[in-house]
């Protein structure tokens, strides 16, 4: 054997022996456990709830805005409006915690559309209440506003507002 393989040879001796003699590591720690959430958060905070009243919300909103009043009839102007008011309530208990002012403007809008709603009886009644139902859901879309488009910013599935068509 020459000098330099004895040497080598030495070395790597030397090598498993300190490898032999040397105490293992010890095991990382285990990570602490985490009890599984009940329901997952929304995006940015929004319980699930908030973003199912926003779609909710904005669906009703958006059904007004394509509403033929002429197919539907009283009764389904009534439906419809009372869907939107319906859905303004929903909205208002699940985003009052993160929206109190703006959820309080909403109530107020939702009982005007409700006053408004109640005065419509018949085809007549609903013809001279017109000006008044828009300006009652405008009001009511107009206080939501900042909510829906707060929670639309967390809830993807939030739809955008309903343009009316053209006459």
């Not at 973003?51 to 059904?63: K, S």
Request: one cysteine or more; glycine letters at 6%.
């Amino acid at each position: 054997m020459t000098a330099r393989h004895a040497a080598a040879a030495a070395v790597f001796v030397a090598a498993v022996l300190a490898g032999c003699s040397a105490q293992p590591a010890p095991p990382p720690p285990a990570p602490p456990a985490v009890p599984a959430p009940t329901t997952a958060p929304a995006p940015t905070g929004f319980t699930p709830e908030t973003c199912a009243a926003a779609v909710e919300f904005q669906n009703a909103a958006n059904a007004i805005v394509e509403l033929d009043a002429t197919k539907v009839g009283t009764e389904g102007v009534k439906a419809a409006l009372q869907d939107l008011a319906t859905a303004g309530k929903e909205l208002g208990d699940a985003a009052s915690a993160q929206f109190g002012p703006q959820v309080a403007e909403v109530e107020q809008a939702l009982t005007s559309l409700e006053t408004t709603i109640a005065q419509i009886g018949d085809e007549a009644s609903l013809s001279a209440k017109l000006g008044a139902l828009a300006g009652s859901v405008a009001q009511v879309e107009a206080a939501a506003k900042p909510i829906i488009d707060s929670v639309r910013a967390g809830c993807p599935d939030v739809p955008q507002p309903a343009t009316p068509e053209p006459a």
